[in-house]
Every structure is written in structure tokens, then in C-alpha cells.
């Protein structure tokens, strides 16, 4: 989705007279790889005007094929050794810039990627993102999106920063303060519903307000980047990655999404059941929901996450109000209606999510899907088992056709090279749990 005009203007002036000003002296131009991190550049702020929409800033198109721990990977289709990775150029998006609110005088734009050519890099998250949107768009319907994110606040040496659980303890909330109120004061930043203690101890969940597809996914991923630094702030460690300890809760990345026309909410209840709208946005999450358990999952220990009595599912169903369901329909009241997709950890980057997420409704809409009747109970020991291991759902996501021709052939071919690459490197790792057991049994 493409802001609209007004938007981008005030937030246009609003960065030039901050600039003339003087009351900032400094832009982040931010933006997301594969894996969700936040590369960027700051750019002192009189630099800042006469680059950002020609040329825009350059980088390497290698971190467009890198993987978690930031090596390029061999068999991308945008850029190789063979092309010598030439640069690509981050074009800031003006409608996004707020300031930054943990460092005065700063501020922040998110920027869409583009080659030599002045063409949108068909294999960059923001660009998946738009592609989707524009797709949805051109069947009459926009996403509203809200997302939310659960993570581990630790001490610095990765150990747990409290003892015991207790999740919506307002107690358990205080002992984390004062990085939670900051969180909670993100403001313009990032529009924070509310902050809860989860079933991990230090673990929280932090609840996003709905907005537009692209909106929503720039929020989750500068939640990330804002918690990272308020806990460094604060000498503690803020990790999202899905399953940090055995025995403990895993971290999710839950998505809300409802469709709408104009300013009319599509999943409103029919007779106190789904719309006929949602019911094929459904049918076309769980046509495709093997696939999309990996752009929700990207990595090895995504997997961890998905045990039985977990509150994470393991199979490909879809209920009411039940969290043993991977996919739960809640009817509220005509606007607060929506699908929430369960399987995804946090993680996932938010762009790949939330991409994946409506290109599976838009196959639904497209094709008619039909989903079976609700599941009723306890669900984990009905439907098909959902991808066990990273191996399992990259052989998932690049047999789905359907789910790869609306995300973009290119850039999910990426995506999976990618995630092969994290999967090789752990399967060839000897591990300490390998030579504790077998070491002197062998």
C-alpha cells in the first residue's frame, strides 16, 4: 500500500522543519533483510534532503543474500559473486519518519529498496509487502493488520532476569520497570495498545495497534528494534528468539487481520457466524498453512516452539475463541471481527509474515476456499501436523506454487535459500548436547 498524499506530506514538512530548525541533526535511514535486522546508516541531517529521493543512500545487494549471521549465501537470483554484488539504493519512505524517542535530536525514516535501474528490488521485504497489498487491492479489498509480539527481557549474560511466572502480573510487570513504561511511552514511535508479563519469567507481550498492512509490519519491526535498545539502555537483554530456554514458554508473533472496503469491515458476523468473506480468507490460511509456517518461522529453533499444551499449535486447524487452534476466529463487533494466524514465532521478519499471511487469504478470495467446519476442544491432536523442523517447512513453501506466484517467485526463492543455508549449518554443527551423550557411549 502506498500512503496516501496527505500523509506524506505532513510528514514531509514536518522532517524539513525539523531539519531547518535545527531540532534534529541526524536520520536514520532504516531498513529490513531477510531476517528482520535493522541495517540503516545515519546520515547527518543537511545531507539528508539532497539524497533521500535521488540518488537515495547505496549498500552492498550482498545483505539482500545473507543469513542470520550476516555471511552471503550462494544461489540468490538478485546478486552474486558472478555480479559482484553491486550496489542497490535505500530510497527513504518520507510518510515514515518520526524522531527518535531514546536519542534527542535523531530521527528515524524506513526506506523501500531499488537497483541501478530506479526499479523497486522485487526480492526486498517492503517490496513482497507492497506486491501483496497491490494484489488484494486489485479485488477491492485493504487489509487492516495488528500484530503482537512476546520476548524475553534477560541480564546481559542471557540468563533470566527474574524468577517464576505469572502471566498479566501487574507485580511481575513493576520488577521490569523501567523498561516497560518507556515501552509503553513509545508514542508517535510505535503505537503500543498495551504490555503484559507472559508465561515465561521476564517474558512480556507487547499488543500493536491495527493499521494498514504496510503500516502495521513498519510498527513490529521498529517494536523490535525500540525494545532491543531501551533494554541495552537499561543493562538488561531483550531477545526474540522463539524458544531461548527448554522448559520454558516460547515467544510468538501473532497477526490479527480483517478485510475491509472503503470503510466497511467484510468480517463482520452474519447471523453470529463468519461472513462469507472470511470464511474463504480461512479456507485460504489453512489451504496454504504448511507454507506459511516458514516465513513465520525462519529459523532452526522456531521449531522448539511447536510442542502440544504449549499454546503454540501443532496442526492445521482453525476454531472460535480456542487457543489450541492455529488459526482462531473472533467475532466481535463488526469492526473488531478478525482471523488471528497463531503458528508464527517472533522471530519471524514482520514483512515475510505478514506478506505471507495475505497472500494466503488472497489465493483464498481468488479461488473460493472453502474450510472445513469449526473445531471444537481440545485441538492439538486433530489435523494435518504442521512442519516439525526448518527442513520440513522449506520442502513445504517451495512446493506451494500458489502461495510462491503471489509472494513473488524470486524473492521466496531467496527466502528458502536462505533458510536452507540455516538448516545446513546446523545439521553440520557438532553440538554440546551430541557430545554429552554420545561422546563416552559411543
Known amino acids: ?158 540468563t533470566l532476569a527474574q524468577e517464576g511466572l505469572h502471566a498479566y502480573s501487574l507485580e511481575k510487570s513493576n520488577e521490569l520497570d523501567p523498561v516497560l513504561s518507556e515501552i509503553g511511552r513509545l508514542g508517535e514511535y510505535v503505537p503500543v495498545e498495551g504490555i503484559l508479563t507472559e508465561y515465561g519469567p521476564g517474558q512480556v507481550e507487547i499488543n500493536l ?55 466497511s469491515p467484510l468480517f463482520a458476523p452474519v447471523d453470529g457466524a463468519e461472513s462469507a468473506l472470511a470464511r474463504q480468507a480461512i479456507g485460504g490460511l489453512l489451504n496454504h498453512l504448511p507454507a506459511l509456517v516458514l516465513f513465520g518461522g525462519p529459523t532452526v529453533n522456531s521449531y522448539k516452539r511447536y510442542e502440544p499444551g504449549s499454546f503454540a499449535p501443532v496442526t492445521a486447524t482453525w476454531s472460535g475463541d ?49 474450510p472445513p467446519d469449526r473445531g471444537q476442544g481440545n485441538l492439538y491432536g486433530s489435523g494435518e501436523r504442521l512442519p516439525a523442523t526448518l527442513a520440513d517447512a522449506i520442502d513445504a513453501a517451495r512446493g506451494d506454487t500458489t502461495l510462491a506466484g503471489i509472494l513473488g517467485e524470486d524473492a521466496v526463492h531467496d527466502f528458502t535459500v536462505l533458510a536452507a543455508a540455516e538448516w545446513r549449518a546446523y545439521t553440520t554443527e557438532v553440538t554440546c548436547w551430541e557430545t554429552n551423550r554420545y561422546l563416552r557411549r559411543a
Open 209 to 263: 495497534a491495527h493499521q494498514d498492512a504496510l503500516t502495521a509490519a513498519d510498527d513490529a519491526f521498529r517494536l523490535k528494534y525500540a525494545i532491543k535498545e531501551l533494554a541495552r539502555r537499561h543493562g538488561l537483554l531483550a531477545t526474540f528468539m522463539a524458544k531461548p530456554f527448554s522448559g520454558q514458554s516460547g515467544s510468538s508473533a501473532h497477526v490479527h487481520v480483517s478485510l475491509w472496503r472503503d470503510d
Open 1 to 158: 500500500m502506498i500512503r496516501s498524499l496527505p500523509e506524506q506530506v505532513v510528514a514531509a514538512d514536518a522532517l524539513a522543519q525539523a531539519i531547518s530548525r535545527g531540532t534534529v541533526d541526524e536520520i536514520e535511514v532504516a531498513w529490513p533483510d531477510h531476517s528482520g535486522h535493522v541495517l540503516g546508516k545515519r546520515i547527518p541531517a543537511e545531507r539528508f534532503q539532497g539524497r533521500a529521493v535521488s540518488p537515495g543512500f547505496p549498500f552492498c545487494s550482498g545483505a539482500l543474500t545473507w543469513d542470520t549471521a550476516g555471511e552471503v549465501q550462494e544461489g540468490a537470483r538478485l546478486t552474486s559473486w558472478d555480479s559482484g554484488y553491486p550496489d542497490v539504493f535505500a530510497v527513504p519512505d518520507i510518510s515514515t519518519y518520526r524522531p527518535l524517542p531514546w536519542r534527542g535530536r535523531a530521527g528515524q525514516v524506513l526506506a523501500d529498496v531499488v537497483d541501478q535501474h530506479r526499479e523497486m528490488v522485487r526480492t526486498f521485504p517492503r517490496t513482497v509487502l507492497r506486491r501483496v497489498t497491490s494484489r488484494l487491492a486489485a479485488l477491492g479489498y485493504t487489509a487492516r493488520v495488528g500484530v503482537e509480539l512476546e520476548c524475553y527481557l534477560l541480564r546481559p549474560d542471557g
Open 322 to 370: 480456542n487457543r489450541t487452534a492455529a488459526i482462531r476466529s473472533l467475532l466481535e463487533s463488526p469492526e473488531a471481527s478478525r482471523a488471528e494466524l497463531r503458528t508464527a514465532s517472533a522471530d519471524a521478519n514482520p514483512y515475510w509474515l505478514v506478506a505471507a499471511t495475505l497472500a494466503a487469504i488472497v489465493s483464498g478470495l481468488e479461488n473460493g476456499a472453502t
